[in-house]
């Protein structure tokens, strides 16, 4: 039969009140920084709507060019968090996809894909 050794970690165990006052995380050194470390925008710029910067006050559906750079390369429409185009755009930018998709003057899906 196997003998039951104590180590130093069977000593009396801390208890959990659930109360949420622990704080947990307090006595580690540099805790303060944790915050400013893990800011999830931390360095970024912040994006700015290629349509407002030009100027453009309309999204034409025959304007291919401009249309593709929008779309991946499955032929799927970015989303605004990557393409960094505004809400009142992106409304202007799905539609004129859709007309163009319509008169054929887009694919639906890219050609690799099929």
């Known amino acids: 039969m196997a003998e039951i050794i104590d180590s130093p970690l069977d000593g009396p165990r801390p208890t959990h009140t659930g109360d949420g006052d622990d704080n ?4 580690t050194p ?32 025959k304007d291919t060019e401009t249309l593709k ?14 393409s960094g185009v505004s809400a009142k755009f992106q409304r202007q930018l799905t539609t004129a996809v859709k007309r ?7 694919p639906y899906v890219a050609d690799n894909v099929k």
């Open 69 to 82: 750079r929008f779309l991946n390369d499955q032929g799927k429409l970015l989303p605004r968090r990557l």
């Open 24 to 27: 947990i995380g307090a006595s």
């Open 100 to 106: 163009a998709r319509h008169v054929a003057l887009l």
């Open 30 to 61: 540099g805790a303060e920084n944790l915050a400013r470390i893990a800011a999830p925008n931390a360095g970024q710029q912040k994006l700015v709507c290629p349509f407002v910067r030009a100027g453009i006050e309309y999204i034409d559906y």
